[in-house]
């Protein structure tokens, strides 16, 4: 979507115009949805907690204080959505805080290396993709999928931009090695 | 990370992938071939991952989403005003007063309104003074005096029929495409 297009619906969204919120969902929920991914192993809680992101935008609309940064806004509340809902549920596969994401050794049938991908064989990328930890997943979703830039990569997941930077790096070579 | 030949690292390439080739890239054919490397690979997962995303049907989660969402109602402020035909006392919303003033704002083919926002401004009841608040981008023929009279104009115009006023402050920002705040100005109108 067109940044002139977006501030126009965010503008319309924040003066309480529900069909103006509607093609706000319409086009960024695919991004999201896959962001949210990032956090869980399954599709069904990317899309639970996709749509909790959704309806608290919603009611939060009034604390959006630059619309240009509305994209960034949702993304860090979808953030913050999964990870108390990861929190919630200490039995998760996935771990939870961010530092701890970061150290989190990936399960031996996950680790990218130990995917077996020749090229044309792949039936499903995001096993790689899974295969990251969580930090470098999100790192990877919102720079090299979702087109962010590390700016607001690094404000979506609250580290620095040198940060994301790193971690994408890293998903990269993970990526790399999976592939050759 | 292997080290190349030339003694930079995978990680040194990758940790620039984004950005063009430094002058040490441009001569090196080693960095040269990783970089095209990592491209080539990481270009076809992510080609990839663009294309199959499972279990997802785009527009039967969305309307799912909507279908939530309309459960919730926005926050609407409610005005007691005088209605401008009738003189009886009436209760409007601020979407209505804003609709208006859209609708007036959507002839212009100098401007367009990215946000705005009403407020009463006194305490009486009926309310008769009005702050508006106009966030707007110009059309790049244009200027802001030709627009700060239209602005004006179209809140006026849009507001004069649905109620009775007194005062009406309008707080115009011109905002440029990325809705970064320009320039901004207060106009006023009486009736």
Same mark, same amino acid.
Not at chain 1, 105 to 132: K, M, S, T, Y
Not at chain 2, 19 to 32: G, I, N, S, V, Y
Not at chain 2, 87 to 115: C, H
């Given at each position: ?53 959704? /309806? ?24 913050? /959505?999964? $990870? ?18 970061? *150290? ?6 996950? $680790? ?5 991908? *020749? ?7 995001? *096993?790689? /993709?899974? %295969? ?5 997943? *999100? ?26 930077? %790193? ?7 993970? /990526? ?5 | ?31 040269? =071939? ?19 995303? @499972?279990?997802?049907? @785009? #527009? ?28 009886? =006392? ?12 859209? =609708? ?43 627009? #700060? ?17 007194? #005062? ?14 320009? #320039? ?8």
């Amino acid at each position: 979507m067109e940044p002139t297009r977006l501030t126009v619906l965010v503008g319309r969204s924040m003066e309480g115009d529900p069909e103006a919120f509607g093609e706000l969902v319409t086009a960024l929920t695919p991004g999201l949805r896959q962001y949210c991914k990032t956090f869980f192993s399954s599709w069904h809680d990317a899309e639970d907690a996709t749509q909790d992101a959704w /309806i608290r935008a919603w009611q939060s609309l009034g604390s959006l204080r630059e619309r240009a940064a509305f994209k960034t806004w949702l993304y860090r509340m979808a953030r913050n /959505i999964c $990870l108390d809902r990861i929190r919630q549920r200490a039995n998760d596969q996935q771990t939870v805080d961010d530092e701890v994401l970061e *150290q989190t050794p990936v399960p031996d049938r996950e $680790l990218p290396e130990n995917v077996a991908v *020749q090229r044309g064989e792949i039936a499903d990328a995001w *096993q790689i /993709i899974n %295969g990251l930890p969580s930090a470098l997943r *999100q790192a990877f979703v919102l720079v090299a999928l979702q087109g962010m830039s590390y700016k607001e990569a690094a404000l979506v997941t609250n580290v620095s931009e040198s940060t994301v930077r %790193g971690r994408l790096a890293r998903a990269r070579n993970a /990526i790399s090695e999976a592939v050759s | 990370m292997k080290t190349l030949p030339c003694g930079r690292t995978t990680e040194d390439v990758l940790l620039n992938l984004d950005e063009p080739a430094d002058l040490h890239e441009l001569q090196c054919r080693w960095c040269h =071939a990783e970089r095209q490397r990592l491209k080539d690979q990481n270009g076809f997962i992510t080609q990839l991952l663009h294309s199959s995303t @499972p279990e997802h049907q @785009p #527009e039967a989660f969305s309307q799912r989403i909507l279908g939530k969402i309309a459960e919730y109602s926005p926050f609407q402020r409610m005005w007691d005003v005088q209605d401008a035909g009738t003189g009886l =006392a009436i209760r409007v919303s601020s979407l209505e007063l804003i609709k208006a003033i859209r =609708a007036a704002f959507s002839e212009s083919p100098t401007s367009q309104l990215n946000y705005t926002e009403i407020k009463a401004t006194d305490t009486q009841i009926p309310h008769l003074n009005w702050r508006v608040q106009c966030h707007v981008s110009m059309a790049g023929d244009s200027s802001v005096q030709v627009i #700060e009279q239209q602005v004006l104009d179209y809140v006026r115009c849009a507001i004069s029929p649905l109620i009775s006023w007194r #005062e009406l402050v309008v707080n115009l920002v011109i905002e440029d495409l990325h809705g970064e705040a320009i #320039e901004s100005i207060t106009l006023r109108g009486e009736n």
